[in-house]
C-alpha cells in the first residue's frame, strides 16, 4: 500500500462543480452529506475530499441556476436540504462535460507527445 | 447567462451579508445530525458519534467561510464594514474629525490655488495674442544648460538673420518701476512698473488695441525719437473714469 498522500488527487479548479452537477444528475435530488457518502464511495482512496468543500461548490452551482436547493425530510425523519438539477443545469452539464473532455483529450495529447 | 445571473447574486449578498447565514448554519447543522447517525448506526456512543462527525466534517466555521468567499464578494462586504468602521469612529472622536477636515480643506484648496494660477500663467495661451502655438522663446544657454536672457546685439543679429521666424520681438526680462505724471499740470505722479519693448513687439504678437493706437513701423527706434507708451488694460479700466488718459502727454 503506497503512502496516503502521494497517491491522493487534489482537484483541479473548477472540476468539483462539474462532479457535483454529475452526481445530482445520475442520482437525482440529494443533500451535501449523501453527495459527500456518494462521493467518498466512488473514489475514495483516491481522492481527497474535505465535505465542508462541498458547499462553495453548490452555492457556485445554485446562483448559476443549475442546481436548486429545497428542505425536506430523510427517510430517517431528518430534515436536510435537497438539491437536485434544474433544465438549465442539465444543458450546463453537458457543455462542461464536452470542455472537459477537450481540456483532457489536449492534456493527454501533450503528454504523450512530450513523453 | 449562467455566469451573469451569479454575479449579481453576488453582489446582492456582498450588500445584505447575513442572509443566507442561517439557512447555512441549518444546513450544516442538518449536515452533522446526519453523519452523527451513520456514526451511530455503526455502532458508537452517541457522545463518541457526535466527536467523530465534528472530526469528520472539519470544521464549520471553516466551511462557513468558504461558503461565505463562494456566494458574495468578500472584498466589498469587507470594504463596506470597514467604512462604517470608520463613521462610527469619526463620530466618535469630534476634534479628531474636525482637525483631519481641517487639515484636507486647507491642503485641497492651496493645492487647488497653484493650480488656477499656474493653469492661467503656464498652461493658457496669453490673451491677444493671434497665434499661441506658433509663439517660441529665444535664450542664451551657458555650459550649465538652463535658460537665460540674452543681449541686444544678439537680439539684433538673430532678428537679421532668421529664416524660419515671421518676426522676432524683445522686451527687457524684468518690469521696470518709473513714475508717471502729468507735464507741468496738477495731475499727481503715481509710480508704475512699465517694460521696455522692440518697436515690432505688437506687429509679431498680432495684437489689437482696446483704443487708441499700438506703436509700430510708423514710429522709431532711434533714442528720443518715439517716446511712446502702450498702457496695459488693466492700467487703463483703473483710470477709466479719466477717458482723456490715451493720446495725451505725460512725463515718464
Given amino acids: 500500500m503506497a503512502s496516503e498522500s502521494t497517491d491522493r488527487v487534489e482537484l483541479l479548479q473548477g472540476t468539483l462543480d462539474l462532479i457535483v452537477l454529475r452526481a445530482l444528475d445520475t442520482m437525482g435530488p440529494q443533500h451535501a452529506y449523501g453527495l459527500a457518502a456518494r462521493l467518498e464511495q466512488v473514489a475514495e482512496p483516491s481522492l481527497r475530499l474535505n465535505q465542508g468543500t462541498l458547499y462553495p461548490a453548490l452555492v457556485r452551482l445554485e446562483q448559476k441556476g443549475w442546481i436548486k436547493g429545497a428542505w425536506q425530510r430523510t427517510e430517517t425523519n431528518r430534515e436536510a436540504k435537497y438539491y437536485s438539477v434544474t433544465k438549465a443545469g442539465v444543458r450546463g452539464l453537458e457543455k462542461q462535460t464536452e470542455r472537459w473532455r477537450r481540456l483532457a483529450g489536449l492534456v493527454d495529447k501533450l503528454l504523450l507527445n512530450e513523453g | ?252
Wanted: hydrophobic share 40%.
Fill in chain 2, 1 to 252: 447567462m449562467a455566469s451573469l445571473r451569479r454575479f449579481f447574486l453576488r453582489l446582492a449578498n456582498a450588500l445584505r451579508p447575513g442572509r443566507a447565514e442561517p439557512d447555512l448554519a441549518r444546513e450544516l447543522t442538518s449536515h452533522l445530525t446526519l453523519l452523527e447517525d451513520d456514526f451511530r448506526r455503526r455502532g458508537m456512543s452517541p457522545e463518541e458519534a457526535r466527536l467523530a462527525a465534528t472530526r469528520a466534517f472539519n470544521g464549520v466555521e471553516q466551511t462557513k467561510e468558504l461558503h461565505r468567499d463562494a456566494r458574495s464578494f468578500r472584498w466589498l462586504d469587507d470594504a463596506r464594514r470597514d467604512l462604517r468602521h470608520a463613521g462610527r469612529l469619526l463620530r466618535r472622536d469630534r476634534l479628531f474629525t474636525a482637525t483631519a477636515a481641517l487639515s484636507l480643506a486647507l491642503g485641497i484648496s492651496a493645492n487647488t490655488t497653484i493650480f488656477t494660477v499656474a493653469n492661467a500663467l503656464l498652461f493658457q495661451p496669453p490673451a491677444g495674442v493671434v497665434e499661441p502655438d506658433r509663439l517660441v522663446d529665444i535664450g542664451t544657454s551657458g555650459l550649465r544648460g538652463g535658460f537665460g536672457p540674452s543681449s541686444y546685439p544678439n537680439y539684433l543679429d538673430i532678428r537679421e538673420r532668421t529664416t524660419s521666424l515671421d518676426g522676432v520681438y524683445a522686451y527687457s526680462r524684468f518690469p521696470q518701476a518709473m513714475s508717471l505724471g502729468g507735464v507741468g499740470t496738477d495731475v499727481g505722479t503715481e509710480s508704475v512698473f512699465g517694460s521696455v519693448v522692440t518697436l515690432n513687439y505688437f506687429t509679431v504678437l498680432g495684437a489689437i488695441p482696446a483704443a487708441g493706437r499700438l506703436f509700430g513701423r510708423a514710429d522709431s527706434d532711434h533714442p528720443g525719437a518715439s517716446p511712446v507708451v502702450v498702457l496695459s488694460h488693466r492700467f487703463w479700466t483703473r483710470h477709466a473714469q479719466r477717458p482723456s488718459i490715451h493720446g495725451g502727454r505725460r512725463g515718464l
